[in-house]
């Protein structure tokens, strides 16, 4: 398990970097509000798509499928993680720029 959310860890850096760079270039923080928005609803629909088909009585998953769940499941956490980690940034920015002496 702590394995399991190192690697997911390690997986949220790229988004967590998309992010930082994305707010660089962004006219307003609300684009790339919108931008995580956006990647967080493709996310739920790939899961929604999933626990649909996994819930038919039919369905078999094949040799890899546990792992691909695996893999699918560490995405999720690490974009939860960059995600995370990049509203707290933000808002210590934030607070950083309304107040720059302390």
Excluded: Q
Aim: hydrophobic residues 60%.
């Amino acid at each position: 398990m702590v394995i399991f959310l190192f690697l997911s860890l390690i997986m949220s850096a790229p988004f967590l970097a998309l992010l930082i760079v994305l707010s660089m270039i962004a006219p307003s923080r609300r684009w790339v509000s919108s931008f995580i928005a956006l990647v967080w609803i493709v996310v739920v629909l790939i899961w929604s798509d999933h626990i649909t088909i996994a819930s038919r009585p039919d369905y078999n998953e094949g040799p890899g499928g546990g792992l691909g769940v695996a893999f699918r499941a560490m995405a999720t956490l690490g974009l939860a993680f960059g995600s995370v980690f990049y509203g707290i940034f933000r808002g210590w920015y934030i607070k950083r720029l309304a107040d720059p002496t302390g």
